[in-house]
């Protein structure tokens, strides 16, 4: 069975935006840097679609990860499901198993299923009540919504096409305060003439035009679980926007929309 076009879509959404965030537990979980330390392997990650292959492939040397679209050329280890639709339904935590070739690397396996239930912290139904974890899944979510909003342009969905191509040179700015001196969780979205890119840390370059600053970690939780939102959020003090009010909704419009897609 063919995939649908929105199937395809979030496919391509947890490829490109969700999967790299897998780098951020590499680098600040402790107990998951020291699992991958010394892996070297390639693991291919896709479902059939037709004749298709829609996949992707992670590339393990000594504790970096890349991601790559589309098949790789002779991986250690494939996880492959029978359906897109299937392959989605993991990706959000549900009950789908994939077929798996390699099953002699059993260690390497493990790890690498370890490492993608890590993103099940940024699910709605994650709600940690340590600040590390806190932290972690506010600064994992952040990266992954930054990156899908690009994404989301890159792949051509008409709306956020339009939206993007009505902008001259506009920087998106997320700042998250930290406590004890802690670096701030910061990342943005820069969008230029129809082009968008996402980056990590604060754009020094440019003034944002919408700035999004969050005063605590538990007031992001609060916002990014949607206990409260945006509104509420600003009016009960867990978040500040400054600039555009009409293009700070158009874009947490969008956030909405690929959070539903994504979790």
């Not at 010394?38 to 992670?58: S, Y």
């Not at 902008?167 to 820069?190: H, K, M, T």
């Not at 944002?208 to 990014?224: E, I, R, T, Y």
Request: one cysteine or more.
């Amino acid at each position: 069975m063919s995939a649908t076009p929105q199937d395809l879509m979030t496919a391509a959404l947890f490829f490109n935006a969700a999967f790299p965030v897998m780098r951020v537990v590499l680098e600040d979980d402790p107990k998951m840097k020291a699992k991958f330390r010394d892996v070297r392997a390639v693991v291919q990650i896709g479902a059939k679609n037709g004749d298709e292959l829609v996949a992707c492939h992670l590339v393990f040397d000594r504790g970096e990860l890349t991601i790559n679209q589309g098949p790789a050329a002779s991986p250690d280890l494939s996880l492959n499901f029978s359906t897109v639709a299937k392959m989605n339904v993991m990706f959000r935590g549900g009950a789908a198993l994939p077929g798996i070739k390699g099953l002699s690397k059993i260690g390497l396996l493990l790890k690498v299923l370890s490492l993608l239930m890590s993103l099940m912290i940024m699910m709605p139904g994650s709600r940690p009540k340590d600040p590390v974890k806190k932290a972690l899944k506010v600064k994992m979510s952040l990266y992954m919504i930054t990156r899908a909003l690009s994404t989301y342009n890159k792949l051509g969905n008409p709306e956020m096409a339009e939206w993007c191509r009505r902008q001259p040179d506009r920087i998106y700015q997320f700042i998250v305060d930290s406590e004890g001196g802690a670096a701030p969780i910061a990342c943005y979205l820069r969008v230029k003439a129809g082009k968008s890119k996402s980056g990590h840390g604060i754009y020094t370059r440019r003034a944002p035009f919408v700035l999004f600053h969050f005063f605590s970690v538990d007031g992001a939780m609060k916002v990014l679980l949607r206990d409260v939102g945006f509104v509420p959020g600003v009016e009960q003090g867990y978040v500040e926007i400054v600039g555009s009010p009409e293009y700070a909704m158009n874009l947490n419009d969008f956030m909405s929309l690929l959070q539903g897609m994504l979790t």
